[in-house]
Each structure stands twice: as structure tokens, then as C-alpha cells.
């Protein structure tokens, strides 16, 4: 089943008069529950396609849908709303709430879902237990590793039931052996169901995935599926 | 909703006292200002319960009849020029004017009042038997003097309180005879206790005597006025009538002015009224000032706290929070510190209302308050809105990127 579809995608940014096109021109299909990886040198897109695909940017011009939704008609508080109920964010740089206890942090997005309190609660804490923070609930992220701090992003990336999750450079922080520990809790994350997408520039991180999709100056150069 | 914004007041407090000392700081400027509108609120209810109090002993219905007005810029030997009151006029009032219902001479002096071997210095009053029904206080004890008594020439007083309790505490005073001025006087009634004029003296320390005695005893041409009790609802009218009856009595022709003035409780309640404006209008000022400045410093700490946690509303944005919610955050943010800061400046009031009680009876108002603590609320919400605003626009990919 199609999940998201782009169709002829562009940004063009204009710097100093200067016409920029982060992305030029881009089609894809991603089906529910692959497990996608976006690879690409720095300046090729990257980023502007993750912020494409998770809702945090309009293209300048062409078709995107999201399990039929037109995003690229969508004003700010409805792309909020979709981020809040269709994606899971997981950052490089994990991006916790210092000040709020891991529950808390895993608990915002539900807040912004409107929620009630005890519902949010039990939703938070099992999404907790789900990536193996049972017992790190009540502490605060400079109270925990950076493993730890990554698995209560994957958590509150998770909360939702999100209809994707889309990780950025999710190991980039963090040392091998916790990022394989993170990359094994993706597998599970996508064992049991879930769409993947991640966006990276280390070919191991990608070799996780199923299938990887290659940009440079804005254009999707290749998109197969991984040998394994 | 109800969750948002719990969860906006939960961020709000973490915020306002993670940082205490800075939050005291911004929140100054509100402090005061709650503080000096709430004491100002308070200073005026003490006076306006000290005036009230004052007033009605002085009585509303009362005309007082003497050669000066209470407040006026006439020069003193003008009003020295002019004839004095005569007990004669009391008559002549009565026969002439249909709104008098009780005509009382007053005179007055200082005297020396010794009962064994205690004595005292106080005020003496001469007058007639009327006078119970120009003043609002009654008699606890005993009589007031009637009519034959006055032309009797007899020598009996009504004392206030404060002599009865400074000369015979628990004991009988009537019929006990008193010294004023060395001339033996028979106490026959006791004023019921009337407390501080205005604050500022007290009126219990009183002998009030008959007049046809005072005359005889202490002088016969002192200074006198008159009180004219007329009632309530005729107040205008009492006051042109009794105008017109004094002119007759004094021969005035219509060309000529008044050589007496007719003083009311109304002339202490315009000035009064000028003290309160003075007062009220320093507090007010004093506060929209401060209420200004506070909201200015709210307002820069608000950019300031924006600025800081710009990656936190980026990611508060990534993960579903639309503009309005953030807007809401900040606004609840900048409102909290105002409220609280509204609390801490009501605290300070109440405190120093506590101290200002000792020296004359007040209370913070209630609903004064209240509305200091909404006015700060509302501060909070006008210096919040643009620094929220901002945040409510902010980019969140760039937000997510800000270092």
C-alpha cells in the first residue's frame, strides 16, 4: 500500500539572486513498511527532502501526498497536525527537553494530540518499556547516556503510533556499540510493522535498510533495493 | 485544551523558578506597582472610615452659623471685622425660620478641670438644651441640662467619656461635683465614648456646661457659633433659608454681603475629597509607572527566553505543536511571572497594612486586590504577546538548527 508519493518535488531557494534548487525535480513512492534509507553527500538534498517528507517544509512546486492527504496544500497548523499524528522524529542530536524527565518528554506529543493525563501516562510508559527504559522514566536526559537519551527520542517518536518514523542521523552522536544498539531497535521498530525512513551519510547505518535512495544536486541518482 | 494548558502552566512554573533571581528581577517592576496600588487602596479606606466616622459625629444635617467659613482664603481681619454671634440670634432664628428644628449656641474654651487631686486640661462648652439634638452623640449616663437650668444660671455639666474615666474610673460620677477653673460644678449626665476627630484629637475630654453659667462664670463675649438642626431631605433649602433669616436678623440690604457664614459637613468633604485625589491620583501615577517599566522588562526577558530556547520550540514544533500553542506557551509564561509577581506585591501591601493598622484602623480592599492581581495578568499578556508571537513564527527548520 502506498504511504507517501512525491511527484516532480521542487525547493528552490533564492540566495543573493542566486537560484538554488535543493531539490529538482523528485519522484518517490515509499509503501508501507519499508525501511528506507536517503543517502547522499552533504549539499545534496538530504536534509531539505527529510524536512520535505516529514512535513516541516512545502515544496516550491509539485504533488505530495501522505495516505492521500495533500501536503502540499496544507497550511502551518495543519502540518502540525500531520507531524503530531502521521511522523515520529528521531534526531542526530536527540533534542530531549533538558529541563522535563524522560515520561515527560515521551509524553509532549500526545499533549499536543490532546490526551488525557492518565491515557498519556500509560502511553508514554509503555512506549518507554518498548525501547528497554523501564527504569529511566523519571530521569532527566543529563542524567542519562546518549544511547539512552536516543531510545527516549525513539520512544517519543513512537508514542503517537505515527504512521512513519523518520530518523536523522540517529547515530551520529553516539559511539558504535550504541548505534548498533539503536539501529537493532529499528529493525524490531520495523519487524513489528513500522515504516522506516532513515536519512544518513555512513553506508553501515544504511546497510539496516531495505532500500536506499540516492540523491545529488537535488535529483534522486539511484534507488534500489539493498543486497543482503 | 484542558491538557494544553496544564501542560503550558507545568513549562511556565519550571521556567519562572529555575530561575529565581532572574525572575524577581523582571518581575520587579510589576511588584511595585501591585504594592503601591494596593497600599494607596488601603491608606483610603482607612481614611474614608476615620472621615465617615468623623462626619457623622459632626452630623449631616447640621448648619453651623459662626463669623468664619471652615476652608476659605478670606483675609483674618475681614472675618475679625465682622460682628460676632449673639445667644439672642437663637430666638430670632427660631420665630423666623419654619426648617430649624433645634437652635444651639456654642461657646467654647479652654478650662482646667480637677476632681480631688486629679486635673486635667480640656475643652468647656457653653450652650443650650438643645444641643443633644445638633450633635450625634447620646448620654450613657445621667441627664443633659434642661431649659431652667440654662436660664438658672445653674452650675451642673455633662462630661465625655474620657474625663469620667480619667476622674472616677468605676465609680459613680453623677452627682459628684468637679472644679472647672476653680468654680465647683455638680456632674449631673456622661457622654457616650465618641473616639479621634478625624484621627487627630479626641473629643471625650469634654465638660459641657449651661450657657447662662458659662457666661456668668467664664466670659461673656467669647466666640460663639450657632448649630441649626434642619432636616435631611431640606438641606438647599434650610441653608437659602436660614441665609435669608441671618440677613434679616443682621439688617443686610440686598446690596450688601453676607457679614456671617453658614458652614456645612459638605465643606469638610470637598476638602476631603481633594486630599483623597492627591493621594490616590500619586498612587495611581506611581503605579502606571511602575507597570510601564515592568512590562518593558518583561517583554525584553520574554525575547530573551525566546531566543534561548529557540531548538526547544523547533522541536515542539517537529513533533505537532502549531503556532497557537506555542503563542500559548509563552503568553502563559509571561502571565505567570506577572501573577506571581502580582501575589508577592499584594504580600508586601498586606504586610505593611498590617503596620499602618497600628496607627490607624485600615484593610487592603478585597476587590482592589483581586483587580491588582488581574491588572498584573493583563500587563503580563500585553508585554508577552509580541515576544510569543515571534516564537509562534519561528521557522522550525531553522529553530531546529539554532545553536
Known sequence: MELISLKSIYKIYNVGGEEVRALDGVDLSINNNEYLSIMGPSGSGKSTMMNMIGCLD????????????????????????????????????????????????????????????????????????SVGLEDRMHHRPNELSGGQRQRVAIARA????????????????????????????????????NTIILVTHEDDIAKYSNRIVRLLDGKVVSDEPVKK | ??????????????????????????????????????????????????????????????LYVSRYEWFSDMEWWEVKNRPRMRSEYVNQIK??????????????????????DKETRTEIFGTNEEYMET?????????????????????????????????FGFEEPIGKYIKIDNVKFRVIGVLEKQGKFLGLFSVDNQAILPLGAYKRIFSKRGWMRLSVKIPEDKIEEGLDEISGVMRQIRGLKPSQKNDFAINQTKAFES???????????????????????????????????????????????AIGATNGMILGQFLMEAVTICFFAGIAGLGFAYAVSLVINQFFPSTLPLALSVFSIFISMFVGVLSGFIPAYKASKLDPIDSLRYE
Do not use: C
Request: net charge positive.
Open chain 2, 95 to 116: 420665630n423666623l425660620s419654619k426648617y430649624a428644628l433645634a437652635v444651639s449656641p456654642v461657646m467654647q474654651r479652654g478650662a482646667s478641670l480637677s476632681f480631688d
Open chain 1, 58 to 129: 512545502s515544496p516550491s512546486s509539485g504533488l505530495y501526498e501522505f495516505e492521500g492527504e495533500k501536503v502540499h496544500i496544507m497550511d502551518d497548523s495543519q502540518l502540525a497536525s500531520i507531524r503530531n499524528r502521521k511522523i515520529g522524529f528521531v534526531f542526530q542530536t536527540f533534542n530531549l527537553l533538558p529541563k522535563a524527565s524522560a515520561l515527560h518528554n515521551v509524553e509532549i506529543p500526545l499533549v499536543y494530540a490532546n490526551i488525557k493525563k492518565e491515557k498519556r501516562l500509560e502511553m508514554a510508559s509503555n512506549a518507554l518499556i
Open chain 2, 271 to 317: 476638602q476631603y475629597n481633594k486630599l483623597k485625589l492627591a493621594i490616590g491620583g500619586t498612587g495611581y501615577f506611581i503605579t502606571l509607572l511602575s507597570l510601564i517599566v515592568g512590562g518593558i522588562g518583561i517583554m525584553n526577558i520574554m525575547f530573551v527566553t525566546v531566543k534561548e530556547r529557540t531548538r526547544e520550540i523547533g522541536v515542539r514544533k
Open chain 1, 158 to 193: 513512537l508514542v503517537n503510533e505515527p504512521s512513519i518514523i523518520l530518523a536523522d542521523e540517529p547515530t551520529g552522536n553516539l559511539d558504535s556499540k550504541s548505534g548498533h544498539e539503536i539501529m537493532k531497535i529499528f529493525d524490531e521498530l520495523h519487524r513489528s510493522g
Open chain 2, 1 to 62: 485544551m484542558f491538557s494544553l494548558f496544564f501542560e503550558n502552566l507545568k513549562i511556565s512554573l519550571i521556567a519562572v523558578f529555575a530561575n529565581k533571581i532572574k525572575s524577581l528581577l523582571t518581575a520587579l517592576g510589576i511588584i511595585i506597582g501591585v504594592f503601591s496600588v494596593t497600599l494607596m487602596g488601603t491608606l483610603i479606606s482607612g481614611l474614608d472610615r476615620s472621615f465617615e466616622s468623623s462626619m457623622s459625629w459632626l452630623g449631616k444635617d447640621i
Open chain 2, 135 to 167: 450633635i450625634s452623640t447620646d448620654i450613657q449616663q445621667g441627664r443633659f441640662f434642661s431649659q431652667s437650668e440654662d436660664r438658672n444660671g445653674s452650675r451642673v455639666t455633662v462630661i465625655g467619656d474620657g474625663i469620667k474615666e480619667a476622674f
